[in-house]
């Protein structure tokens, strides 16, 4: 166990079937880590089951079969409220096509996760959320309406947000696959200082073979397995 | 749960859509206003529609009815017990009119906790006579004061007052219908013969009217020891006795034990108006059945809209399930929302609804036959109130909750792959 203590997530024999519109097995038999501070981008064909993946590993998706362990501990079978916590309190999300609550201003929805864990009074959590978006130096955006900013700057809100809790892990299906190759970099940056200074890691799906080669590891699926979980194309 | 974060979400998704809330809030409002406000007017005329009969009315009115005996003396020789006996043309047994030992009757009813008066009436017929004009009539003798407290007189004497009836016992108030016919008014004198053939003179201090015109056209009031005098009698001489009770729910029970006791005829105000009672019945039937559909067609306005929010907010409902809300919450934030449209909804429906009742309450309505009416009669029972904000509250909920619990299920996986 203390072994396994310093992995923040571990896949143990995952399957998962599709049964709409026929009986399909998406991911076969996956076993794979993540450390702590490691910055890891998952990579392959579309349809090769990666997005489904992600979204057991977020604890979204309960429907399969195999073990999961978020910071050591099981999380597979627990109940829905209990996986909400997990996710509240333990995960930061970011999606290609940024899910901000449009009516809300960018700093309410940096707040929301953070006020719904209730651990910090609001003036702590406003502190905190102000704090994030000047660190992806977006701080003056905080009062504009999430639904009146540009793309990049979305993505970068959506990164705050997941950050807001302090978690353990970052996913993102594909963080930059909506954006341009500036605003690319500009995402990737902060994630690899996030992840150097914070010792936070990260779960990235990408398709962007550029974004990924610039990650500590890449583990390449086909069809449903793992076909390669190497350094690096570049560095080896 | 964390109640200021899931209210906040609401607050903001509904200022957001001003409009749709804005909508959806006036369905209750219009709902709740409307119900108040027909309930208030409906019930305003049903209470006066009863008044009219009811609140005149004796509970139970005591008086020898005169009938036949209903034993008659063969059937009490021991001789023809045995056998088949007819009496042909059976008339009724002469009987007093008056009740026997009406006073010590009287004081042991007013002793009785379940009576709250007794009145003490002579009943009888006369003719009113102007020139060589006889016309048919009814005199009540009654103490004038206690039926304005027990039976409101006073709302149907249109002009002069009971009270100067009281303090004369020459006077009479005579019906307004009697007073047409012979041209009379108020300070004439008219002249009435008893049935026995007296004749007195009696001063008019006021013109009854009771909107029913078989009544207005015959009957008048006078004291009670005027009556007697007309009759010849004395002060033992009590035709009627009229109770009223604390509660009418009483009257029946009460009439029979009366009349088996006092061997005595007893009319409880049931038996002698069951037909209206049923009127009565029907007629709130018809105000509660509108009102609720009423009621019913602003919940499934709500209903509606809130379906169409939570497919709209799709996407918001998956990213807060991503981010660690669970199904719960999501499902208390439409539920809020769903009563917060009701509250608010509801509320200004209460204050629409009494408006609308204090402007009919307003609004002029004069009819011949009810003198007292002025405007439309409109039942402000603080009820209907209650009732209005408890249903708007139990029927946004209802409305709420189907589409809440649609949006507790929603699969968070389901959203994101399909975008």
Redesign the interface.
């Known amino acids: 166990m203390s072994i396994e203590k310093q992995y923040i997530l571990e896949a143990r024999a995952i399957n998962k079937y599709f049964t709409e519109p026929v009986r399909f097995h998406v991911l076969k038999d996956l076993n794979f880590k993540v450390k702590k501070g490691e910055f890891v981008s998952i990579m392959g064909k579309s349809g090769c089951g990666k997005?489904t993946l992600l979204?057991i590993l977020?604890t979204?998706?309960t429907q399969y079969e195999g073990e999961l362990y978020l910071n050591g501990s099981l999380v597979t079978g627990k109940p829905?409220?209990e996986l909400?916590?997990v996710?509240?309190?333990e995960i930061g999300?970011v999606?290609?096509?940024h899910?901000?609550?449009?009516?809300?201003s960018v700093l309410?929805n940096v707040m929301?996760?953070a006020?719904?864990?209730?651990l910090k009074n609001t003036e702590q959590i406003r502190e905190d959320a102000i704090e994030n978006l000047s660190l992806l130096g977006i701080e003056h955006l905080a009062t504009q309406r999430a639904s009146r900013i540009s793309g990049g700057e979305k993505q970068r809100v959506a990164i705050a947000?997941a950050l807001i809790?302090e978690p353990s892990i970052i996913m993102g299906?594909e963080p930059t696959g909506n954006l341009d190759s500036h605003n690319s970099n500009v995402v990737f940056d902060i994630l690899k200082e996030l992840c150097q200074e914070k010792q936070l890691s990260l779960l990235v799906v990408t398709h962007d073979l550029d974004f990924a080669n610039k990650t500590d590891r890449i583990i390449e699926m086909a069809d449903g397995m793992i076909i390669n979980q190497s350094l690096p194309f570049s560095t080896e | 749960m964390?109640w200021?974060?899931i209210l906040?979400?609401s607050k903001?998704?509904l200022l957001?859509r001003k409009k749709q809330s804005a909508i959806a809030a006036l369905g209750v409002t219009f709902g709740i206003g409307t119900f108040i406000t027909l309930a208030s007017f409906m019930t305003g005329l049903n209470g006066l529609l009863d008044g009219l009969i009811l609140n005149r009315t004796p509970h139970i009115r005591l008086y020898n009815e005169i009938a036949p005996s209903e034993q008659q003396p063969v059937e009490l020789l021991d001789e023809f017990s045995e056998s088949f006996n007819l009496v042909r043309s059976v008339k009724p047994k002469r009987s007093l009119q008056r009740i026997h030992n009406a006073l010590p009757i009287m004081n042991q009813l007013k002793n009785d906790p379940r009576v709250r008066g007794v009145i003490p009436q002579v009943q009888s017929s006369v003719h009113y006579l102007a020139g060589s004009i006889h016309l048919n009539g009814i005199v009540n003798g009654t103490n004038v004061l206690d039926e304005v407290r027990l039976f409101n007189l006073n709302d149907y004497i249109v002009e002069g007052s009971a009270s100067s009836l009281a303090r004369n016992i020459n006077a009479i108030i005579l019906g307004a219908g009697v007073a047409d016919k012979l041209s009379l008014k108020i300070g004439d004198r008219i002249q009435i013969r008893s049935s026995n053939g007296a004749i007195f003179p009696l001063k008019i201090v006021g013109l009854y009217q009771s909107g029913l015109a078989d009544i207005d056209n015959v009957q008048s009031y006078v004291n009670l020891s005027t009556a007697q005098r007309l009759q010849g009698e004395g002060k033992h001489y009590i035709t009627d006795l009229n109770l009223k009770l604390y509660d009418i729910e009483e009257a029946p029970g009460m009439a029979s034990a009366l009349s088996e006791s006092l061997d005595i005829t007893a009319l409880d105000i049931k038996t002698a108006n069951a037909q209206f009672e049923a009127g009565t019945d029907i007629r709130n039937l018809i105000t509660y059945a509108v009102s609720i559909t009423l009621l019913i067609v602003a919940g499934f306005g709500i209903y509606n809209i809130l379906n169409m929010m939570i497919y709209e907010k799709m996407?918001?409902i998956?990213?807060?399930?991503?981010?660690?809300?669970?199904?719960?919450?999501v499902k208390y934030i439409f539920i809020s929302q769903a009563m917060l449209i009701g509250i608010i909804g509801g509320a200004l429906g209460l204050l629409i609804g009494s408006g609308l009742a204090h402007l009919i309450d307003q609004v002029p309505f004069e009819v011949d036959a009810l003198p007292t009416l002025k405007t439309f009669p409109v039942n402000h029972d603080p009820n209907f109130y209650l009732i209005g904000i408890i249903f708007a509250l139990f029927a946004t909920f209802f409305a709420g909750y189907l589409p809440a619990s649609k949006a507790r299920k929603i699969?968070?996986?389901d959203i994101?792959?399909g975008?």
């Open positions: 997005s979204y977020s979204m998706d829905g409220k909400a916590y996710r509240n309190a999300f999606f290609q096509f899910y901000l609550l449009p009516e809300f309410e929301l996760p006020k719904k864990l209730g947000r809790n299906d | 964390n200021s974060v906040g979400i903001t998704h957001s996407n918001d998956a990213i807060l399930k991503a981010t660690g809300f669970s199904g719960n919450d699969d968070p996986v994101i792959r975008q």
